[in-house]
């Protein structure tokens, strides 16, 4: 199983902006397409954006368009989640995690194998 780990989260207030990153050690995130999700207290986990494996194609629902963008820096070997005008709402744990079978993104987090531990975001004045 790939190992992966957020970082970048943290308490802001509302309207800042958090970047939450995504990284690997030992294999190559270039190599598969990623997504990240959230889940809150009492809710069901929810997929926030996804990039495709080439970096390509991205996807981001209406429900966070316009405020999130995922986009990858190969370089670094890291996936990142630049989240901006945050609302309380957007408090949640925030993981990636790592498709290894299929090329493009989905934002259903059963077509994920290999997932982070998650990044605490929390949104309040």
């Known amino acids: 199983q790939l190992q992966l780990v957020e970082s970048g989260g943290g308490l802001v207030q509302p309207g800042g902006s958090l970047r939450l990153s995504c990284a690997a050690s030992?294999?190559?995130?270039?190599?598969?397409?990623i997504g990240w999700f959230r889940q809150a207290p009492g809710k069901e986990r929810e997929g926030v954006s996804c990039?495709?494996?080439?970096?390509?194609?991205?996807y981001t629902p209406t429900s966070v368009q316009g405020r999130f963008t995922v986009s990858r820096d190969n370089a670094k070997n890291t996936v990142y989640l630049q989240m901006n005008s945050l609302k309380p709402e957007d408090t949640a744990v925030y993981y990636c995690?790592?498709?290894?079978?299929?090329?493009?993104?989905?934002?259903?987090?059963?077509?994920?194998?290999?997932w982070g531990q998650g990044t605490q975001v929390t949104v309040s004045s």
């Open positions: 030992g294999f190559r995130l270039d190599n598969y397409a």
């Open positions: 995690a790592a498709d290894v079978r299929r090329f493009g993104c989905s934002l259903s987090s059963s077509n994920y194998d290999s």
């Open positions: 990039i495709s494996r080439g970096g390509g194609t991205t």
